[in-house]
């Protein structure tokens, strides 16, 4: 590539010069230093993910030997049936371990990209209400009153604190958001007429995006479902319920993700030595997200009565839309790679991927969880593909495909991240690269295994979120796929024991004063135009506004011909 | 804004690829017919065993080789728990549930639905090979759900 050439040798090398095989220790021109207070919030913050991922991998690894016939559910305490433990394992992991880590992640980073504060107030109200959400949501399901697994989908009724505490979930991501919102705010009168510094921009969207996009589920929650677990109302309607749910709950697949993608933008290209290609098409890219993560959510109700064909395909069409900007990612990430192993003395046409630092184990969980998007992102274009939806359905295609979005792309990217994060956080350094390294190579393996008997399987008819081992119906088909599935799974669950025994052993017993202290933040080659439409990127009310305009055309003809709600259901407990 | 030759060659290329998947997805549907469940009706799910036509759900000859399947879902097991067609049929599925939601499967076929309570889900297929098909409540119903299973018999 040319565009190699303009790299200088020298500019962003540590001062300290570290080893380039450990976790890069990063310059810091501006000289901002995050506050200890605030590293300490953020820090807790972010263990709460951390117990939870811990919490929800064991009955994960209970589901994948499930696959392959074997039933180990006996073995846990508290434990009544394989419902309720995969309703801990979709909570604790896709919903409690990715937002604890954005809520600690995202200020933080925009904290850094403006060098500026925090409002600790926040942090620590952030911090309560995903404490108390937790504490609600242990409670309604360690005691069986919540086994509706994480889709909460209406008649099945929890218990009320299971809804509330997920709620208070919802309410401490917008704390973080709202404590970034203000942090900008402020930063925008002192700077007036400057660019949002690109880390900063990009941390704020993901979750401005996630703001917009949670929205229908507090509705759902607080508008129907709370009132009707109370008693206060008696009926509920499954399918406006539902609806509002995947309102949401596509985009909320895109909160988990971005957080990924600002590590992959800003954060990777300096940690593999090289620069960040475009700083304009980066914030187009999570602009497109804001548009276009919204208004696609039917493409999860395909298969549902009660929503017109039309109104299925216009939002298919849309998810195609947002396959876009994940190509545009994908070339944007790769060019930065190969301008960071050319610069690290990489030749010929693939010479540089061996120069890249494999040993920093960093690096190499973020871009193992790249690869693993490759087909996470394919298998989704064929879900958004309705027709070909209609074969793979609620089969075990689906966590097959999302094991190696959120459960991988999104997961091996915190464990990355982590890997720099905590040491930062704790000022501690590492313990043990080599467990660190070897933990994320045990994972990416197990889940290429994992998926492929997850996807075949899936192609074969086999339903997801049943309990295989003990089903009244099988299929011979099913018994390689759920054999390969369970040894996947169980590689999957090692690689992330490790992860956690190398973040505990981190905190109590990493080595002080080796720690990274700064945030590796990446250069970009173009900086960002003062002139021209560009500028225009930064006013994110206006691309607010798009958004909501976008999200009206795709959900209002269907609000418009439905309402009023069809009360009818009953709560049922029946788990 | 620059873009590279190269990004400008690999986007266009992807968005190519990503227009030709949303033509071939139209010709599927408005070419061969292959539709997803519209929108048919309301029900309400506590009079539904009295409400036409799942209070007599079954298979009927609507016309030459034209079949409805009318099947009611419920904790745990479809009514009825076995349905048979001839080789060659186009069958209709009117499908609802009478009390939480269910999935309708019927493995390796395109007939793929959700039964929610309050709606009435709607598809149609050409059983053209003779054998056995599982059809499967593929959404989590409550305890017992790995148990709700039934039969279509292609003879």
């Known amino acids: 590539m040319s565009t190699s050439t303009s790299y200088v040798p020298g500019i962003y090398v540590s001062p300290t010069s570290a080893p ?17 207070a605030e590293r300490r919030v953020i820090r807790w913050t972010i263990y709460v993910g951390f117990i939870a991922l811990a919490a929800g991998i064991s009955h994960g690894l209970a589901q994948a030997l499930s696959y392959a016939h074997i039933n180990i559910l006996p073995y846990f305490p508290f434990l009544r049936s394989y419902y309720q433990g995969l309703t801990a394992h979709g909570v604790a992991n896709a919903i409690i371990f990715t937002f604890a880590f954005s809520n600690g992640f995202l200020p933080l980073m925009l904290s850094r990209g403006l060098s500026r504060p925090l409002h600790k107030s926040l942090l620590w109200t952030s911090f309560a209400l995903l404490v108390g959400g937790n504490v609600l949501i242990v409670f309604a399901i360690t005691t ?30 917008w704390a973080a958001a709202l404590n970034m919102f203000l942090v900008l705010r402020s930063w925008r009168r002192d700077n007036a007429g400057a660019r949002i510094p690109l880390l900063a921009y990009i941390s704020f969207l993901s979750y401005v995006m996630w703001f917009l996009a949670s929205l229908p589920i507090a509705t759902e929650f607080l508008g129907f479902l709370i009132p009707w677990t109370v008693g206060l109302e008696p009926l509920t309607d499954p399918l406006l319920d539902r609806t509002l749910f995947w309102f949401t709950g596509h985009a909320i697949v895109y909160a988990w993700l971005l957080p ?20 304009s098409l980066t914030r187009m890219v ?19 009565p009660g929503i017109p064909e039309k109104m299925k395909m216009l939002q298919g069409v849309l998810t ?3 396959f876009f900007p994940s190509l545009a990612t994908a070339f944007s990430i790769m060019a930065a790679l190969e301008i960071g192993g050319r610069a690290r003395g990489g030749r010929g046409l693939l010479g540089w991927i061996r120069a890249l630092p494999w040993g920093d184990p960093s690096f190499t969980a973020q871009v193992l969880a790249m690869l693993t998007f490759v087909l996470g992102g394919i298998t989704g274009l064929i ?8 074969l793979i359905h609620n089969t075990t295609w689906v966590p097959g495909h999302f094991h190696m979005t959120v459960g991988s792309a999104v997961a091996l990217t915190i464990v990355g991240v982590s890997y720099w994060l905590v040491p930062y956080l704790t000022g501690r350094a590492l313990w043990s690269r080599g467990l660190a390294l070897a933990s994320s190579w045990i994972y990416a393996v197990g889940i290429f295994v994992f998926a492929r008997g997850m996807i075949s399987n899936g192609l074969q008819g086999m339903p997801r979120r049943t309990f295989i081992a003990q089903a009244a119906y099988s299929r011979p088909e099913w018994h390689l796929g759920g054999i390969i599935t369970g040894i996947g799974g169980t590689l999957m669950f090692i690689g992330l024991v490790l992860f956690l025994l190398v973040i505990v052993m981190t905190i109590v017993a990493g080595k002080r004063g080796e720690e990274p202290t700064d945030v590796p933040i990446s250069e970009t080659l173009t900086a960002p135009a003062l002139t021209g439409w560009e500028p225009n990127l930064d006013r ?15 959900y209002g003809p269907f609000f418009a011909t439905y309402l009023p709600p069809h009360f009818t259901s009953p709560g049922f407990r029946i788990f | 804004m620059k873009v590279h030759s190269y990004e400008r060659s690999f986007l266009a290329v992807g968005a190519f690829g990503l227009l030709a998947c949303i033509v071939a997805l139209s010709y599927a549907t408005f070419g061969m017919g292959m539709h997803l469940p519209d929108r048919v009706a309301k029900v309400e799910p506590k009079n539904i065993r009295t409400t036409a036509p799942f209070d007599h759900p079954g298979v009927r000859k609507t016309g030459p080789n034209e079949y409805e399947a009318v099947i009611l879902a419920q904790i745990w097991t479809f009514s009825p728990q076995e349905i048979r067609v001839p080789v060659g049929s186009h069958v209709t599925f009117t499908v609802t549930s009478a009390d939480v939601i269910h999935g309708f499967d019927i493995v390796g076929t395109r007939i793929n639905m959700m039964a929610i309570p309050g709606q009435i889900s709607r598809n149609s297929y050409t059983f053209r090979e003779p054998g056995e098909h599982l059809l499967i409540c593929h959404e989590y119903c409550g305890a017992a759900h790995h148990t709700m299973f039934a039969k279509v018999i292609v003879e």
């Open chain 1, 540 to 554: 994110i009310g206006l691309w607010v506004l798009a958004a909501v305009v976008l999200i009206l055309i795709a």
């Open chain 1, 383 to 390: 879900n958004a593909s309705y027709v070909m939806n209609e």
């Open chain 1, 20 to 36: 380039v095989t450990t976790t890069t220790t990063v310059f810091d021109p501006a000289g901002y230093v995050v506050s200890a």
């Open chain 1, 320 to 322: 195609f839309g947002i």
């Open chain 1, 144 to 173: 069986n009153r919540a086994s509706v697994l994480y889709t909460s989908y209406a008649p099945l009724q929890a218990h009320w604190t299971y809804y509330v505490g997920l709620v208070l979930v919802v309410l401490s991501t």
């Open chain 1, 286 to 304: 999570f602009i497109l997200f804001l548009l276009l993560s919204i208004p696609t959510g039917m493409h999860h109700q395909y298969t549902d």
């Open chain 1, 260 to 279: 990924a993608y600002v590590s992959w933008y800003a954060l990777i290209p300096r940690q593999a030595g090289g620069k960040l290609i475009s700083d």
